[in-house]
């Protein structure tokens, strides 16, 4: 079993930002993947950005050039930074992790972006 607990979510206006942490129960380097996933009402959950274990990360083309995963092995936890948020970026996000065939799923933080 691998517990993730997220914070950092909140509100903010357009055009501002936010990060999002992410620490899971396990090691990091214990897991093969961990991604940001957001759901907005009435929407499927999506992929935001992914990292793998060997580092490499991929984004969905709506946040391409504003958002930025990271991790710190030291602090054994992933990040989000979210700059230039737009009011479509508002939706709740879900910290994710694949290891060892399972998936699993954080608590979720709302992200707001309103004037």
């Known amino acids: 079993q691998v517990q993730l607990v997220e914070s950092g979510g909140g509100l903010v206006q357009p055009g501002g930002s936010l990060r999002l942490s992410c620490a899971p129960s396990?090691?990091?380097?214990?897991?093969?993947?961990m991604g940001w996933y957001r759901q907005a009402p009435g929407k499927q959950r999506e992929l935001v950005a992914a990292?793998?274990?060997?580092?490499?990360?991929n984004y969905a083309n709506s946040v391409k050039g504003r958002f930025t995963m990271s991790r710190d092995g030291a602090k054994n936890t992933v990040y989000l930074q979210m700059n230039s948020l737009k009011p479509e970026d508002t939706a709740v996000y879900y910290c994710?992790?694949?290891?060892?065939?399972?998936?699993?799923w954080g608590q979720g933080t709302q992200v707001t972006v309103s004037s």
């Open positions: 990292i793998l274990s060997f580092g490499s990360t």
């Open positions: 396990v090691s990091i380097s214990s897991i093969n993947a």
């Open positions: 994710n992790a694949q290891r060892v065939g399972q998936n699993y």
